[in-house]
């Protein structure tokens, strides 16, 4: 490797420690819900896009990206999911078993 192609290869490094990480979701076909497809660095969120066109759709493999800068996202906490995920019985409008749905509706 040249010196030239090294000093290349540390600003690379240097840029991607000071950019922020970017969460990438890609719809693969319009009525299908996004996806997460990975992770890039980017300063910002049209770079983000055109990177993770670049990486994530280079076989049109989507009709749609998203870019979330991670520190944007929230998580839940995996021991919590009982509290956070267990149906509440006593708001039955939360459940929708009283009404029937149309044959033409789909992914639902």
């Known amino acids: ?5 090294l000093r290349f ?6 840029h991607m420690k000071k950019w922020p990480l970017w969460e990438v979701f890609v719809r693969s076909k319009n009525g299908l819900e996004h996806r997460h497809f990975g992770s890039l660095h980017a300063a910002d969120a049209d770079m983000a896009l ?14 749609s ?8 996202i929230t998580a839940s906490n995996p021991e919590h999911n009982g509290e956070m ?5 006593d708001k039955v409008y939360r459940h929708p ?3 029937d749905l149309p044959d033409e509706v789909k992914h639902m």
């Open 50 to 63: 055109e990177n993770a066109r670049d990486v994530y759709t280079r076989r049109n493999e989507g009709v």
């Open 9 to 14: 290869q540390i600003q690379i490094q240097i």
């Open 97 to 99: 078993t009283f009404y």
């Open 65 to 72: 990206i998203w870019v979330v800068e991670s520190k944007n």
């Open 1 to 5: 490797m040249s010196e030239l192609q």
């Open 85 to 89: 995920f267990e149906p509440a019985q």
